[in-house]
């Protein structure tokens, strides 16, 4: 879950960024709740901290700016994922104390708003245990633990979800085994690393997964491959 706070005095702004950052995270299946203050007083008041919170701040409001509100939240550990948005370009040197995410320009938040999504995501990503699987059209979080099994055929991974939802991008085995460092995880063959913890079954030669889905074991890889599922097996009784 993404949440994102919007401070911003111009309502019509603020709509609009609200209703591109939705689009944005929609459109990559990512579960958000966005809210919008129209004051930093207001900010200040309701906002609450959460995991994984993105805000946005106008830099030059009313009554309090949004390099004052940065500053709070400095303060206050919540300064990392900070996004300033300013129609004046001179303003971004004065905030830069506050180590902001991101600037956006008003005058461009179509065209920035979707590179500071993908920015953010790779970072929640990072943070969060979770796969970056991205395609020529989106750019997916998936969380490492919901993780089946991946296997590799004709240039393509097929990602297999514990809800058996099935996931098609191009990269390497290797590529992938960077981002799943959790020890259940273990590459059976040359063509598949699967998720001990969804194993229901060890043989000689395979593995059956929960899905009933066969995966077969390569010679050298078999004396490895049973002592991690026994380590596994004893880690969830």
Known sequence: MIYVSICDDDVIIARKIKKLIEYELSKKGIEFHCNIYISGRKFLEYNKE???ELIILDIEMPDISGIKIAEYLKKEGRNKNIVFITSYDNLVFRSLECYPFAFIRKKNVETEIPKMIEQFIYRVSKKCSSFLLETPKTTMCIPIENIMYLTYWEHKIELITSTTEKYEFRGTMKECLNQL???????????????????????????????????????EKKKECKERFMQCWRESI
């Not at 995880?185 to 066969?214: C, H, P, Q, T, W």
């Open 181 to 219: 460092k959790e020890e259940s995880f273990f590459r059976v063959n040359s063509g598949a690393i699967v998720n001990l913890r969804y194993a229901k079954k060890f043989e000689d030669s395979y593995i059956v997964m929960e899905d009933n889905n066969i995966i077969q074991i390569s010679r």
């Open 50 to 52: 959460f995991k994984n």
